[in-house]
């Protein structure tokens, strides 16, 4: 049975691009009976950047509450916060120790973050070799990333073989599995849907806050009610695509060609839409915002299961080492 491993940023309650991007993906993956699969909330990292306490807190809530109501099943999968398994800080600094700072200085996404971010701090520099831990602690085979992920990935590799070379065999060495671009879902403004736009779809938010968004943000052109309207440059109608069935599309964009159908039907329509195909997954949403100490309950279960391996890891490293 292969392990598979990834880790998921806690950056605030995912929207409907996240979740129809990513997560309907990794839960699939994830719940592969021939799959062993860990799956963790990077809440370690999220102190590159989160400094303080409730929002970071709750950004992991929300998370895991969305991953769980999506359908995550925690009895398949290895579902936890990063931070609950305090060995992977202790292994972070071994490998810190065995990886040269030049190759460090190489990678793009630190690059690519200090430009970017005001607090460029060292946490943020040896972002890598705190996920080389993620993976190496694990005895992970394969790691589902994305592109912007696969230099990481290497440089686990790279650790890795350094360590075993000098100390024989203690890591499992992991293969990437590249995340092909999924398709790619669009905001409200008719741009890639992202956070830093805010033009997102909160799936989760109240039906009125939805309306509310929905009529105000969609951008459509002033077409009147009664003349024709081409639905492939509709925004509305993109996102009711993704959502309705083949022959609810084809209805939508045959009243919108024939005209005497506006914007705003087709927004209560895609309204309809979006509460309805994400109705289980808004009702146990809701259920774990009443009841978070379930959510916590089951992150403890998987960090005592994901404690059990990263044990054993961090006893061959340490043993290795000369900590004994
Ligand atoms: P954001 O752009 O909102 O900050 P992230 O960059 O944190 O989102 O992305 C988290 C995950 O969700 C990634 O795997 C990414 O590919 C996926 N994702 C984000 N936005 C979209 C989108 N508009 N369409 C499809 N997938 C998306
Ligand atoms: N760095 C990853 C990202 O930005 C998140 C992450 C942390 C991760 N640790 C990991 C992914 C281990 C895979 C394996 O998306």
């Known amino acids: 049975m292969a392990r598979i491993l990834t880790g998921i940023q806690s950056t605030g309650r995912p929207h409907l691009g996240n979740i129809l991007g990513a997560i309907n993906p990794a839960i699939a993956l994830a719940n592969k009976a021939e799959n062993d699969s860990f799956l963790f909330i990077a809440d ?35 579902f936890y916060r990063q931070s609950d398994v305090t060995e992977c800080t ?15 200085k190489l990678a793009h996404s630190f690059k690519d973050k200090s430009d970017r971010l005001e607090d460029v701090n060292s946490g943020l520099f040896a ?42 065999e203690i890591f499992v060495l992991p293969e990437p599995i590249l995340q092909q671009d999924a398709q790619l879902i669009l905001g409200t403004d008719g741009e890639k849907m992202s956070k830093s736009r805010n033009n997102t779809i909160d799936v989760f ?23 024709p309207k081409d639905p492939d440059s509709a925004t509305v109608y993109q996102l009711y695509k993704l959502l309705a069935t083949n022959e609810e599309s084809k209805t939508m964009a045959e009243k919108l060609k024939a005209g005497g159908y506006g914007w705003g039907h ?14 289980e997954e808004r009702a146990k949403f809701e259920h774990y915002q009443n009841n978070p100490k379930e959510v916590e309950e089951v992150l403890m279960e998987g960090a005592q299961k994901a404690k059990k391996v ?7 490293v340490r043993n290795s080492l000369g900590y004994n």
């Open 310 to 316: 990263a044990k054993a890891t961090l006893e061959r």
């Open 127 to 168: 972002y890598p070799m705190l996920m080389a831990s993620d993976i190496l602690l694990y005895d992970a085979d394969f790691v589902p990333v994305g592109k912007d992920q696969l230099q990481h990935l290497e440089m686990t590799r790279d650790v890795a073989s350094r360590i075993n070379h000098k100390h024989g």
């Open 266 to 279: 087709a927004k209560k329509e895609l309204l309809d839409k979006i509460v309805s195909s994400f109705s």
């Open 90 to 104: 202790e292994l972070a600094w071994y490998l810190n120790c065995f990886f040269p700072y030049q190759r460090l």
């Open 44 to 78: 370690l990292h999220s102190l590159t950047q989160i400094k303080n306490a409730e929002e970071l807190k709750n950004n992991t809530f929300q998370v895991a509450a969305t991953w769980l109501a999506c359908g995550l099943d925690p009895n398949k999968t290895t």
């Open 205 to 227: 938010d109240a039906e009125n806050a939805i309306k509310k968004l929905i009529n105000k943000n969609i951008v459509t052109d002033n077409t009147p009610l009664e003349e």
